[in-house]
T-cell receptor, first 116, second 114 residues
Framework: AQTVTQSQPEMSVQEAETVTLSCTYD???????LFWYKQPPSRQMILVIR??????QNATENRFSVNFQKAAKSFSLKISDSQLGDAAMYFC?????????????FGKGTRLSVIA | DAEITQSPRHKITETGRQVTLACHQT?????MFWYRQDLGHGLRLIHY???????NKGEVSDGYSVSRSNTEDLPLTLESAASSQTSVYFC?????????????FGDGTRLSIL
């Protein structure tokens, strides 16, 4: 079974600075999808960014980018120019492409604080 | 706009009671999922469904059941609530055809069992 590990339970960053959240995963599959979700205090689960394993180019969405290293099974999230609204729980998630649209496997999350 | 709604948003009940959490989506998605979120555990899969009359057990299915009688709804039932089932519950849905499509989540139900 696939597992996802987020080794940083808590992180903090100064406003306008850059922070990187780490995520590693364990799988024997060669094709899969990876996601980062943000959960603010409102409890919503908001998709931040996604990456397809067969694409070597790192995904980017505005201030959010990933460093995807397939061989190392690493999928870190970089947040540039951090804003107060970035404060939230961040979850890394894995999805196998087998059997259609399979459930997500989540890491335990990283709580990000942004300091003004 | 399409959406996924959960009800109630908060619920307090007693051990031994039967509890049903509702999940309704208007995305017309075939796939629906129930997760529970606990501090230190992230989100863990309880049950999921790939279509009407289809249900499957997830990682933490003991004490829970689901039924899928139509595309829009996947209610989650706790047959006899236990204090260990105090948690935040999330319902999600997704398309079948493209694994790159994200799951859409409801806003969660906070369930407290006393």
């Amino acid at each position: 079974a696939q597992t996802v590990t987020q080794s940083q339970p808590e992180m903090s960053v100064q406003e306008a600075e850059t922070v990187t959240l780490s995520c590693t995963y364990d799988t024997s599959e060669s094709d899969y999808y990876l996601f980062w979700y943000k959960q603010p205090p409102s409890r919503q689960m908001i998709l931040v960014i996604r990456q397809e394993a067969y694409k070597q180019q790192n995904a980017t969405e505005n201030r959010f980018s990933v460093n995807f290293q397939k061989a190392a099974k690493s999928f870190s999230l970089k947040i540039s120019d951090s804003q107060l609204g970035d404060a939230a729980m961040y979850f890394c998630a894995y999805r196998s492409p087998l059997s259609g649209n399979t459930p997500l496997v989540f890491g335990k999350g990283t709580r990000l604080s942004v300091i003004a | 706009d399409a959406e996924i709604t959960q009800s109630p948003r908060h619920k307090i009940t007693e051990t031994g009671r039967q509890v049903t959490l509702a999940c309704h989506q208007t995305w017309n998605h075939n796939n629906m999922f129930w997760y529970r979120q606990d501090l230190g555990h992230g989100l863990r899969l309880i049950h999921y469904s790939y279509g009407v009359q289809d249900t499957n057990k997830g990682e933490v299915s003991d004490g829970y059941s689901v039924s899928r009688s139509n595309t829009e709804d996947l209610p989650l039932t706790l047959e006899s609530a236990a204090s260990s089932q105090t948690s935040v519950y999330f319902c999600a849905s997704s398309e079948s055809s493209d694994g790159n499509q994200p799951q859409h989540f409801g806003d969660g139900t906070r369930l407290s069992i006393l």
